[in-house]
């Protein structure tokens, strides 16, 4: 007998079950003393305060913030397609002599991309002290190695007939690599590096929430004060920043890639690159930043090998582990389920539109604040940790799937209403099936970030292996630190090599029935 198993439409809808264990939780630990200040925080969405010094300093905190993912970006993006092109086998096909270069690099690329930005800066300030390198730093390392995958893949999957026979005219390694490899390269880099931009802005304001300046430290204060019209000022202000930013990156990626000439698009790169890099550099100096100053270094006692297997025997790694696991299983079945449920509930092209701008809003609030938010009404529990990762990724995969959907053809479903099927119904068969593998594929993607990310809700939630990481830096525990740390990356780094599997099955795998 042939077993009746789910298909991609039905799991895009089956992760949203997460909420059922997740609210019991929360409502187990519900209290009433908070619910005056959530409804405080609630009404002042909409009279932001409008006072010139508030406004002023949220203007300055955005313009650090923007500054230094500016220059974070850039540079994480020259490092990363350097190390991209490197770590490819492609490259080393003419040398293969010093192949196991390529290897090497490619290899050792995973153990700082497994490790979160947020946790490079808590490490960095204890050496740097607070510093705006500090952020610059703790952001281009794991950038670097991420795009440095993504271009190395890439590469390795291109054609390379159009290579050999170029090669056979006589032509050098190299020149023909450039001129037939770096032209294809483009599209990708500028679809890539807009997407990473963006998440150089969320990454600032994550790192300001930890006191490293920006937008991030004026909500966090003002979310500590209870200064909530002051805190949504700041917020409207991001959101509105966010969008118009996101508009001119779409369009400047529609210009490179349909409007001119591969050569004309390849200078317009690299001037973007020049640009930027001596926008962001500029702006951090005249923000008062001492940009050119030397960094002083406060060097690290490092632990001996008595002191390792002290602090292995002291700490809870098993159960600290399970807990990281669940909170990342739970946040990403909302992150996951939530924006193509909310498609099927509320379908229609306004209803499409304004999901969009709710999605832009979640991505905005960083989890660690969302954590504090839901903190004020019930018991800090692996429930909370869970609701605020999975409220901050549920934005960024409905983003997704709405910027697909509205880019979509829609013959399908015209097809299915004009039978005479309720729009619920050719929603689900006619929108939401033909991009469900893409989605989930997306989405194994995205359950590969949020456990990175449960380090930093760790750390504010007081669960799960960030907030161990927390304790051990604020006793300066680095034989806790070091275990901790390298705990966190076996944990990504297999997290990683499960959730590709998993990607490369749903984009191999095209069956859109509701049940196979």
């Known amino acids: 007998m042939k077993l009746i198993k789910p298909v991609s439409t039905l799991l895009t809808l089956i992760p949203s ?24 925080f609630i009404s002042s969405a909409i009279k932001p305060s409008l006072n010139e010094e508030v406004v002023k300093s949220a203007w300055e905190g955005l313009q650090i913030t923007i500054s230094t993912a500016l220059t974070s970006w850039v540079i994480s993006m020259l490092i990363g397609i350097l190390l991209g092109v490197l770590s490819t086998d492609l490259f080393w096909k003419s040398i293969p002599k010093f192949s196991y270069l390529g290897k090497f690099i490619k290899y050792s690329l ?5 490790i979160h930005e947020v946790v490079w800066g808590l490490l960095f300030i204890q050496i740097l002290g607070l ?11 794991p950038y670097s190695a991420l795009t440095a995958r993504v271009i190395s893949e890439q590469l390795d999957s291109f054609d390379i007939q159009p290579l050999i026979a170029v090669k056979k005219t006589g ?3 190299m020149s023909s690599f450039i001129t037939i490899l770096i032209p294809k390269l483009i599209p990708i ?13 969320r990454s600032v304001t994550l790192l300001g929430i930890f006191g490293l300046g920006g937008i991030g430290t004026e909500l966090y204060l003002t979310l500590k004060s209870f200064e909530f019209n002051e805190m949504w000022t700041c917020l409207w202000m991001l959101w509105l920043i966010m969008i118009l930013l996101e508009n001119f990156i779409r369009y400047l990626r529609c210009y490179l890639s349909d409007n001119i000439s591969l050569k004309n698009s390849f200078l317009i790169s690299i001037s973007i690159f020049s640009l930027s890099l001596s926008l962001g550099i500029s702006w951090l100096y005249n923000l008062n930043f001492e940009i050119f100053t030397p960094l002083n270094f406060s060097y690290l006692n490092l632990p001996s090998l008595v002191e390792i297997r002290n602090g292995f025997n002291t700490l809870p790694l098993f159960k600290l582990i399970i807990t990281t696991i669940l909170i990342t299983f739970f946040a990403s079945g909302i992150a996951i389920g939530t924006p193509p449920l909310l498609l099927v509930l509320f379908p229609g092209k306004f209803p499409l539109r304004v999901q969009n701008l709710i999605w832009i809003f979640f991505r905005l609030i960083p989890p660690p604040l969302t954590t504090i938010l839901i903190l004020l009404f019930t018991n800090p529990n692996i429930s909370v940790a869970a609701l605020s990762l999975g409220i901050t990724h549920m934005g960024v995969m409905g983003r997704l799937l709405t910027d697909n959907i509205l880019n979509q053809e829609k013959s399908i479903y015209r097809a299915i209403k004009s039978n005479g099927s309720s729009k619920k119904s050719a929603t689900l068969y006619g929108i939401l099936a033909p991009q469900s593998n893409s989605y989930l594929a997306y989405g194994a993607y995205r359950i590969d970030v949020i456990l990175k990310e449960t380090a930093i809700i760790g750390a504010v939630g007081g669960v799960g292996l960030g907030w161990q990481l927390q304790e051990s830096l604020s006793s300066f525990n680095w034989a806790q630190v070091l275990i901790i740390t390298a705990t966190f990356s076996l944990l990504t780094m297999s997290g990683e090599f499960l959730f590709n599997t998993s990607q490369n099955y749903w984009l191999k795998n095209s069956t859109n029935n509701f049940i196979s």
């Open 17 to 40: 079950i997460a909420y059922i264990p997740i609210l019991i939780e929360i409502i187990k630990g519900f209290h009433i003393g908070g619910l005056n200040i959530i409804f405080l």
């Open 110 to 114: 995973a153990i700082p991309r497994s």
């Open 131 to 141: 510093n705006i390198w500090v952020a610059i730093i703790s952001i281009v390392i």
């Open 171 to 173: 032509s050098d390694f």
């Open 189 to 201: 880099v500028s679809t890539y590096g807009s997407y990473r931009f963006e998440c150089a802005i």
